[in-house]
């Protein structure tokens, strides 16, 4: 049976971790050095994306200061960003969970970056919006619980 978004969302713990993050672009030759960062970097959350046309590395604002020197050509992104996980188990096979959460942050004017691991979605916020995005997806959650 495919799991139903909106029934994963209702049922889902919202997690945000209370550090800011860094969203730093590379040219797509620097993945070695990106993977680098990423090995020493700990525990925290981190990600590297890879694509055709650059590599892409988030992690925590605060550390990214002590990894930029071995990042050549690196771009910042100016605004720091915040965390939100949607913890719980997501099947691949679940249809239109991140349409229900970005439908309603863009009708709120929230951007997102999103974000998948292998279980779990994550968005990145503008830590300016983090607190209403949390606040639009709790009640989103609280509506979702009642009327079902």
Request: charged share 20%.
């Amino acid at each position: 049976m495919i799991a139903n978004a909106q029934h994963l969302l209702a049922q889902c713990k919202l997690y945000s971790d209370p550090h800011d993050y860094a969203v730093i672009s590379l040219p797509a030759r620097a993945i070695m050095a990106a993977a680098g960062v990423i090995a020493e970097f700990g525990d925290a959350f981190s990600a590297v994306i890879v694509d055709k046309d650059e590599v892409t590395v988030i992690l925590l604002a605060d550390a990214w200061s002590g990894f930029a020197a071995r990042l050549p050509d690196h771009r910042v992104a100016q605004d720091t960003y915040r965390l939100i996980t949607f913890d719980i188990e997501l099947d691949m096979s679940v249809v239109g969970f991140m349409a229900l959460v970005s439908s309603a942050l863009a009708d709120a004017g929230i951007s997102i970056l999103p974000l998948a691991s292998f279980t779990r979605d994550h968005l990145l916020v503008n830590a300016d919006q983090v607190e209403s995005a949390l606040s639009i997806l709790r009640r989103m959650q609280t509506s979702l619980q009642q009327h079902s």
